[in-house]
């Protein structure tokens, strides 16, 4: 199962390809270039056909675990399967042959690209407005919480506070950190939800707003989001909502509804652009009326000329807070939305989300049998279970069933998040699981707390099937070494 490194792999002479003779000028290319800057030595490049290239990359990404392999049920990131169509658009030449500099009158399709796409997210979350620069869900915190700075600047209210609730993603206090305010812990009550009476305390009159996930990260609806509101917006703080889960509330109800000034959406989750990896994605951010003057800059605005649309850029926009990405995003990633929402139409966005829900109550059910609960109650769209039995009884912990999951083909969930429940395992199927796929992922983790059980052993040494066997986590993290070995 191991592959050699492709320098293993090289033999002297092989060729892929021949170039021909440049023929750049009148003149060889080694007369063109400074004789300083002429390599003295070939590079040290590995030489196979191209044969042998592509089967090396094959056999990588077949040791690779991905999406379009088997379910990726990794909680809070939507992992859902990404359609090919939104590739497909997005690789369109007229597309990736854009310069980002050139003339607007020539750049109509894409600007109305953006345009339509705003529209759209800022349909589905009820806000106002919506920009598209932020280049990531943490970028787009960082982005509505400097918009909610500036709307109290305008305002000459002096706010330092921010409060964050307990099972927040960790993104959200180090957002907050970043636009340098304090960060305040609101508790989750028994239920897992926001505990009003700790909110009740901690919202005094320097908080600037409260950073709110809903569905939170336990996968539960935030049911008293009505007083929640009142008790924020009494107090002349701003609410914000991490909209990371969008994907259990697209045509059900809307964050805008709910009393929401700000919120992000993650177009790598929700919204099916592939991600992990690091790759690009983006964090657009959804704002309410009162909060629309202070959107970063280019503002995608639309015209009449003479019963013709017109799109354009509007750098004019004096409260602004500015630019919060070169030019306009991950452009790739917003096409790809905006297929994947054109594809949909209103009723697929609906369909999605409910699917999304019934997917997780349906493995829920099935993982009941074996796993504690902590917060007993029906979920949106992921849950989340805690290892505590497997540990107290049999000393296998929820790192060693994440691992062991692994031997039966299957991504583990997140774990140890959220912080609040102890040995926590965060499920997330998504609606693209089909009930084969998601009786497979009950199946496996049934087996592994029979295992548990009965051959703890098994379960600590495992993963046992993969090319690599148990990593030292710790060490692999404070001592990164990504050098191939003698290079
Ligand atoms: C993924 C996620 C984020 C952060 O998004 P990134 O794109 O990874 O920066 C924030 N909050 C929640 C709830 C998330 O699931």
Known sequence: MKEALIFDLSRKGRRGICLGTPDVGSKPVEQLIPEKHLRTEPASLPELPESEVVRHFIRLSNLNYHVDKNMYPLGSCTMKYNPKINDYTSALQGFTGMHPLQPEKTAQGS??????????????????????????GAHGELTGILLIKKYHDSLGSKRNKLLVVDSAHGTNPASAAIANYDTISVNSNAEGRTDIGDLKEKLTADVAALMLTNPNTLGLFEKDIQVIEKLVHDNGSLLYMDGANMNALMGITRPGDMGFDVVHYNLHKTFSAPHGGGGPGSGPVGVCEKLVPFL???????????????FSMNMDKPQSIGRMMNFYGNFGVLVRAYTYLRMLGADGVKRVSENAIINANYLLSRLLEKYELPYPEPVMHEFCLSGDRQKKQHNVRTLDIAKRLLDYGFHAPTIYFPLIVSEALMIEPTETETRETLDAFAEAMLAIADEAENNPELV????????????????????????????
């Open 296 to 310: 970063p800059v280019p503002a995608i605005e639309k015209t009449d000329e003479n019963g013709c649309e017109r």
């Open 111 to 136: 600007l109305r690209l953006m345009y339509e796409l705003s529209e759209m997210l800022a349909e589905i979350a009820g806000m106002a407005a919506v920009t598209l620069q932020p280049a990531a």
């Open 460 to 487: 600590l040494n495992s993963p046992l099937e993969t090319p690599v066997k148990r990593l030292d986590e710790a060490q692999a993290s404070r001592k990164l070494n990504i050098s191939c070995p003698g290079c």
